[in-house]
């Protein structure tokens, strides 16, 4: 019994890593990228300033093969911290108290 409950685990695995996430159009943009970032010759865009951060380099690979039309999964959407709200009533109040005085 034991063995087929192994067996039935190696199917759900399988499945999820059945489908490529990224295209060889995509791996090869950030293999170039990459590549430039480790010489010092990868820039940002706008600042132009030297990409040092793996992280980066990597996002600025996909954003490329994203306009190029490669097969990359959309950039994850940004969700709103909840703590932003707490510091604007944090602020008010401080500001109540230094007008009353």
């Known amino acids: 019994m034991a063995t087929a409950k192994k067996s039935s685990a190696k199917k759900t695995t399988a499945k999820k890593s059945s489908t490529a996430k990224y295209g060889p159009a995509a791996a090869k943009s950030v293999e170039r990228e990459m590549k430039a970032m480790k010489q010092g010759k990868l820039e940002s865009g706008r600042t132009g300033k030297k990409v040092t ?17 490669a097969k990359v ?3 994850p959407k940004k969700v709103a911290k909840k703590t932003s709200a707490k ?3 944090a602020k008010k109040s401080s500001a109540k108290k230094t007008s009353s005085n």
């Open 87 to 89: 510091k604007t009533s």
């Open 73 to 75: 999964p959309p950039p």
């Open 53 to 69: 951060n793996p992280k980066q380099a990597i996002a600025i690979a996909l954003s490329e093969a994203r306009r190029a039309g």
